[in-house]
Nanobody
Framework: VQLQASGGGLVQAGGSLRLSCAAS????????LGWFRQAPGKEREFVTI????????DYADSVKGRFIVSKDNAKNLVYLQMNSLKPEDTAVYYC???????????????WGQGTLVTVSS
């Protein structure tokens, strides 16, 4: 199982960015997927999770109302639309496949290299 996030970059505070995640080695339409992030000097933290059919989601309080996760089972892609970005959103963002519905990173597999998002003030 391997997932690779892309789409990161430099954006000003208040701006938007959309990340993509491509998956291989798993049955995508049957997979629960999640996004995590790791800021410099901090531990990796949960951002959001999306169900197999994309209808159920959950978000960390810090991004609720600003970030939107979606899943395209036809293209084997999961997206993270990030709006109203803040400097504290600066981090490397990762996607991974969940073995169960959880916000704990130990419940995930298929970690790729991540993509860096930098939000300037």
């Amino acid at each position: 199982v391997q997932l690779q996030a892309s789409g990161g970059g430099l954006v000003q505070a208040g701006g938007s960015l959309r990340l993509s995640c491509a998956a291989s080695g798993l049955h995508f339409s049957r997979s629960v997927l999640g996004w995590f992030r790791q800021a410099p000097g901090k531990e990796r933290e949960f951002v959001t999770i999306i169900s197999e059919n994309g209808k159920d989601t959950d978000y960390a309080d810090s991004v609720k109302g600003r970030f939107i996760v979606s899943k395209d089972n036809a293209k084997n892609l999961v997206y993270l639309q990030m709006n109203s970005l803040k400097p504290e959103d600066t981090a490397v963002y990762y996607c991974a496949a969940a073995v169960r519905w959880s916000s704990n990173e130990n419940a995930y597999t298929g970690w790729g290299q991540g993509t860096l998002v930098t939000v300037s003030s």
